[in-house]
């Protein structure tokens, strides 16, 4: 299964828009990658996914390379509540599991 | 829907005890997991069912964990003995499953607060 690399923490100040990277190096063709976040003391919260077109709802918009070998989760204008650790997952080409790796925690300064 | 249901929300219990956490899964989902997470580990999968039959337990931790799924919309985690090693937070997700990736979305519920003295 592939694995992501994020970074360990970020901080965005509120209002401006946050750019959240990861790697997946190994990535195959039919793979997805996925975006979730964790707010303190809450269960992981599920923000967007996609193979390899950009994709955007209400929540935030998700860049995916052409190569697909890393991908910018972006919150176009960040609030305080956005505030979380941010998970990105590969989602394994079989079988149903999610390997949550150590995501990134971002931290919005007012 | 109101979404994954866990209960209880916080659990207390002494070394030894039974502990048994609730999951109910949003109605019509296929899949059920069980995570576990620590500040040491991270969030892990425990194990998940498909159907309500187990697919995966290489998570599991050891024979005092135990998970049943009775129904479509009841689940079960067991610990018996507990120990203080166990103590974690154990969220139950579910989904509509499938082949396509929109199905695939998890979603998780608030979480249990386990606590062993």
């Not at chain 1, 967007?48 to 918009?61: D, Q, R």
């Not at chain 2, 209880?8 to 109605?27: F, N, Y």
């Not at chain 2, 689940?75 to 974690?88: F, G, M, V, W, Y």
């Not at chain 2, 979305?105 to 003295?117: A, D």
Request: aromatic share 10%; charged share 20%; proline share 6%.
């Amino acid at each position: 299964d592939a694995k992501t690399t994020q970074p360990t923490s970020m901080d965005c100040a509120e209002g401006r828009a946050a750019n959240l990277p990861c790697n997946h190096s190994t990535i195959s063709g039919n793979e997805y990658v996925y975006w979730y976040r964790q707010i303190h003391s809450q269960g992981p919260q599920y923000i967007i996914h996609g193979l390899k077109n950009n994709e955007t709802n209400e929540m935030a918009s998700l860049i995916i390379t052409e190569d697909r070998k890393s991908s910018t989760l972006i919150l176009p204008h960040a609030t305080l509540r956005d505030t979380a650790v941010y998970y990105c997952i590969v989602r394994p080409s079989t079988g149903n599991q999610f390997y949550f790796g150590t995501g990134t925690s971002l931290t919005v300064i007012p | 829907d109101a979404g994954v249901i866990q209960s209880p929300r916080h659990e207390v219990t002494e070394m030894g005890q039974e502990v048994t956490l609730r999951c109910k899964p949003i109605s019509g989902h296929d899949y059920l997991f069980w995570y576990r997470q620590t500040m040491m580990r991270g969030l892990e999968l425990l194990i998940y069912f498909n159907n309500n039959v187990p697919i995966d337990d290489s998570g599991m931790p050891e024979d005092r964990f135990s998970a049943k799924m009775p129904n479509a919309s009841f689940s079960t985690l067991k610990i018996q003995p507990s120990e203080p090693r166990d103590s974690a937070v154990y969220f139950c997700a579910s989904s509509l499953g499938g082949t396509a990736a929109s199905t695939d979305t998890q979603y998780f519920g608030p979480g249990t607060r386990l606590t062993v003295l």
